[in-house]
């Protein structure tokens, strides 16, 4: 249990003072955080409300958006949003920031990857130099062309080993690379870089790719397994449950820690 953390969205309905405190009150060590719900109240009243609570944080998400546009089309200097998030989590105590790269900018896959490779090598020194990780997360591909252009576990880790494991490594998120069938290959490739593990099941049928989550126990996807994959890789962090999905949301957030403290248990220790 002491390496169970709660990602935010998964109580996307609490605010991260309330989230804090849930955290505190259940007994859960780590929060995966946000930077629109750190937004709200402000980067150092932020911190200073882990540290009242004594909740750290495993993660913040996100950076990244190399590729110049939004999910929502919006024109974004990822770049430069990315140096604020770095500085935002040395603020707050982490050093794993969660990159998602951005999707398909002017119908070229190809450009877009090599966007996300240049925006790498601007960014890796500067991380590095404030002890900040930058996190590739790969996400499933049918999010290629609003998402990530990085689709696989393996895209990745290539891009990642362009630079120093204590700057640039991968995150592993169970949602999007289960299916891959060479996940755990990539997995124990990835040993010294895996910078986070997030557990949650998939929904069947899949009927939204954003949303068609559920708490670790409602799917298909073997938790333990890949679970022992990344420890074996040399993982031994936090491990976050990160879900997606409108139910979930509308439920109250102390009902949804306690079942997502249950899941934990029985599904991915």
């Keep these: 249990m002491n390496r169970l953390s709660l990602n935010q969205i998964t109580t996307k309905s609490w605010s991260l003072p309330e989230a804090v405190e849930g955290c505190a ?3 859960v060590e780590w929060i995966g955080l946000w930077r629109d719900k750190v937004a709200e109240v402000g980067v150092e009243e932020s911190a200073r409300l ?3 609570h004594g909740v750290r944080v495993s993660s913040l998400c996100r950076g990244g958006f190399f590729t110049g546009v939004t999910p929502e089309g919006e024109p974004v200097d990822g770049i430069a949003m990315t140096r604020e998030a770095i500085d935002e989590a040395v603020a707050l105590g982490t050093d794993v920031l969660v990159l998602v790269v951005g999707g398909v900018a ?6 877009s990857r090599q966007r996300v490779a240049d925006a790498l090598g601007e960014l890796a020194p500067y991380a590095r130099e404030r002890g900040v990780r930058l996190g590739l997360e790969p996400l499933h ?3 290629c062309a609003e998402r990530s252009v990085l689709s696989t576990l393996g895209q990745a880790l290539a891009l990642a080993e ?4 204590d700057a640039v490594g991968v995150v592993v998120d169970e949602f999007h690379v289960w299916w891959d069938p060479e996940v755990e290959h990539s997995i124990a490739r990835s040993a010294g870089r895996i910078l986070g593990f997030h557990v949650c099941d998939q929904l069947v049928p899949l009927t939204d790719t954003l949303l068609g989550r559920a708490l670790p126990g409602r799917g298909p996807i073997d938790h333990r397994r890949l679970r022992e994959c990344v420890e074996a890789a040399g993982y031994h962090g936090p491990i976050e449950v990160e879900v997606f999905n409108a139910e979930v949301w509308r439920t109250p957030g102390d009902v949804v820690l306690r079942d997502m403290i249950k899941a934990y248990r029985r599904h991915v220790l």
């Excluded at 362009?162 to 494991?165: E, F, G, T, V």
């Design 50 to 52: 882990l540290r009242r």
């Design 141 to 143: 591909p049918m999010q």
């Design 162 to 165: 362009d630079h120093p494991a």
């Design 106 to 111: 002017d119908h070229d896959l190809a450009g």
């Design 25 to 27: 009150a259940a007994g």
